[in-house]
């Protein structure tokens, strides 16, 4: 079982920065993929970044490349979500999610096991 858990959200003004945290607990997040999703309410969740187990792999969606980064420090079982250049249509809840590792990096919801409970980025015109 793994925990996770979000933080460094918060307000910002359009075109800052903000550096999301997911911190993993329970057990270490070897052999995991960890994604980054968001969501808006009455929207469905929106895959924004994934960081692959094996090679380090990154997938982006195309809203975000060029702009959010994804990094992991294992030795503290932690991923990081790095937004730059922010924008209004980014204001979302962000969530982190892992799932174990395969060949391909998933993208859908439903393909990940273990969530966090949210952290809230609010972006500013």
């Known amino acids: 079982q793994v925990q996770l858990a979000e933080s460094g959200g918060g307000l910002v003004q359009a075109g800052g920065s903000l550096r999301l945290s997911c911190a993993a607990s329970?057990?270490?997040?070897?052999?995991?993929?960890m994604g980054w999703f968001r969501q808006v309410p009455g929207k469905e969740r929106e895959f924004v970044a994934v960081l692959g187990w094996i090679n380090g792999a990154t997938r982006y969606a195309v809203n975000v490349k060029g702009r959010f980064t994804t990094s992991r420090d294992n030795a503290k079982n932690t991923v990081y979500l790095q937004m730059n250049s922010l924008k209004p249509e980014d204001t979302a809840v962000y969530y982190c999610a892992a799932c174990r590792t395969q060949n391909v990096l998933r993208t859908r919801p439903s393909e990940y096991d273990y969530w966090g409970q949210g952290t809230q980025v609010t972006v500013s015109s």
């Open positions: 329970g057990r270490s997040f070897g052999g995991y993929d």
